[in-house]
């Protein structure tokens, strides 16, 4: 049984507190997969101490201010529990012919969330509601975070490599009823055809729980 000590570090994350720890997960997320599949050079990218862990991001000025953008609308559309996924496609830019598909699954804890749309439609129909799960302390919500970088990081020794050069989209699916800005345009589900599946690691909060699947040719 835990002590009364390892009791008193468990407590509920606000929802509020919650969604920035998931739009945190995403934002390091991305930043992982371009560098681990190697979508730019190694030499873009810089390292931080995140999780517990040594995290890169990327140094490159263009590459970042496409993040913030993408970051500073997650970061409401979470806060106001409207996004059901968000996707990280690679594709190659000689071919356009999507490689490997990277998809982040939200729900909400409790709650039946309402028909999904998204800025790119085509998606699978809304996920149920998820039975409340047992409080977890700071470090176990983190030692489970930390469990799915360390198979993206691993995710080398069974995904192809990437041939030629590379670029990355992120699609973002949510509620009917969200305000999209002028700038996210429509797209297609960006899906891989023929592609093989791996299901990864999970975590979740008081509030919500991710899933984590990897498609690729």
Known sequence: ?????????????SLKGSSKLVSEFFEYSINTILFQRGVYPAEDF????????????????QVKAYIKRIMSQLNKWMSGGKISTLVVVVTSKETGEHLERWQFDVQMIGKQSKTQVKANPDE???????????????????????????????????LPMLDGNCTFNVLVYADANSEVPLEWGDSDAKEIKDGEKVQLRSFSTSNHRVETLVSYK
């Open 1 to 13: 049984m835990a002590s009364q000590q390892d009791k008193s570090k468990v407590h509920r994350l």
């Open 46 to 61: 810089t390292t931080v101490k995140k999780y517990g862990l040594n995290m890169l991001v990327s140094s490159d000025d």
């Open 124 to 158: 699978n129909a809304a996920p149920s509601a998820v039975e409340p799960s047992a409080e977890k302390s700071e470090q176990e919500i983190q030692s489970e975070i930390q469990a799915i970088f360390r198979q993206i990081t691993a995710s080398v020794t069974f």
